[in-house]
């Protein structure tokens, strides 16, 4: 009991450092992108703490693994440097695989819901966001001092200065399919009227003109009120990694399937790398507990990658659901029973690879020279 509690707490202060360092990385890496992408225009800057939120939780099935395995290979290689495995294995202890693969389902459980209730909800989200933010983007990611295309590039929009909701010195340039108009404003505002939404244009000149003509209409106007249409709307096909859990498990489609099957090898990987990582880390002291780690990585990426592949060809029909991905999992599985009996395969081959080395010899005996 007392070596599992400190095993317990070896293992989770290595985790929790190693997922903020990942999360952190992470969130700077996307909140840059969002910060690049607001000082173009393409998303209000009140969107960016919102979309990288539920990127977050969407993505953390994928952060939190890796961090799990290599809490593991960390904690277990510090066991090895320090000696304190070989202790224990001194007093008739093993090397405690049972608490580490409890500890992994454990885990497996917490990523369990992630993929399978929380990511999709968060993916959900996201692409009703992403409409109020295409919508939004087109009137409210107004950024002063730049021009701006809207309505799908046949319109220009250019501000002066922007205050609060007021804005100062407007320009606004559109192509309609008889005519073209701009539109010169001192002030401007936006207004909602139950579900319309409206540019406001205070004090300023209208020039409309008819294309191929040089003749202008001049109309000054105090008030000029712009109905901004409704140019998204919501799609009716949902993403499959927004689609409901519950939702796919009695679906036919094979690009469902395959995405029920990739949700659901999340938790199962947790518990294989869990296990997976009590041989792996095994080093010696001059090794260090750092030495596995890159081996440990690119395992993880493999893994992952041969996942996303097997996920493609059930897609694609090159693979029937019942293979689906669990050829991966077997792959790890049959990896994780060759790594506990490595001393014995190495056996096996020594007495295999014997007599052949023998029959060499024999036949390539290197014969002295005359003298």
């Known amino acids: 009991m007392i070596i599992s509690r400190y095993l317990f707490k070896e293992i989770l202060y290595t985790l929790l450092a190693l997922s903020i360092l990942l999360i ?34 969407s993505d953390l099935m994928l952060i939190l693994p890796l961090g799990f395995f290599l809490a593991l290979l960390l904690s277990l290689g510090r066991l090895y440097k320090d000696n304190e495995i070989t202790a224990l294995a001194a007093c008739g202890i093993p090397v405690p695989i049972f608490i580490i693969a409890s500890f992994g389902f454990l885990f497996a459980i917490v990523i369990g819901a992630l993929s399978l209730f929380l990511a999709p909800w968060a993916e959900n989200q996201q692409d009703i966001l992403q409409v109020q933010l295409k919508s939004a983007a087109e009137v409210g990611g107004i950024a002063a001092g730049r021009f701006k295309e809207f309505n799908r590039g046949q319109g220009i929009f250019y501000v002066e200065k922007v205050e609060s909701e007021n804005m100062h010195t407007l320009f606004i340039q559109a192509n309609l399919p008889k005519k ?29 003109n008819e294309h191929g003509k040089l003749t202008y209409t001049i109309t000054k106007f105090e008030e000029h009120r712009i109905k901004i249409p409704k140019l998204v709307t919501a799609s009716n096909n949902q993403k499959h990694d927004a689609i409901p859990t519950n939702k796919l498990w009695s679906s036919n489609q094979l690009a469902l399937q395959a995405e029920l099957q990739w949700r659901l090898s999340f938790p199962i990987s947790v518990i294989l790398l869990a296990i997976l990582a009590v041989p792996l880390s095994h080093t010696t002291p001059r090794q260090g507990q750092y030495s596995k780690i890159v081996s440990g990585i690119l395992i993880y990426l493999i893994y992952n990658n041969l996942l996303n592949v097997a996920k493609k060809w059930i897609e694609r029909g090159d693979v029937p659901p019942m293979v689906g991905v669990w050829w991966v999992h077997i792959i790890i599985i049959l990896i994780i029973v060759a790594l506990f009996h490595l001393p014995k395969l190495k056996m096996w081959v020594n007495l295999l690879l014997k007599p052949v080395y023998s029959l060499y ?3 390539f005996k290197p014969t002295k020279p005359i003298s």
Do not use: C, W
Request: net charge negative; aromatic share 14%; glycine share 8%.
């Open 24 to 57: 952190l990385i992470y969130v700077s890496h996307r909140f840059m992108s969002y910060i690049t992408k607001a000082s173009i225009g393409k998303i209000p800057a009140e969107f960016i703490f919102q979309l990288l939120g539920l990127k977050l939780l």
């Open 361 to 363: 010899l024999n036949i």
């Open 180 to 208: 073209q108009v701009i539109l010169v404003a001192d002030k401007g505002y936006q207004e909602e009227q139950g579900e319309d939404l409206f540019m406001v244009l205070v004090d300023g000149y209208r020039y409309e």
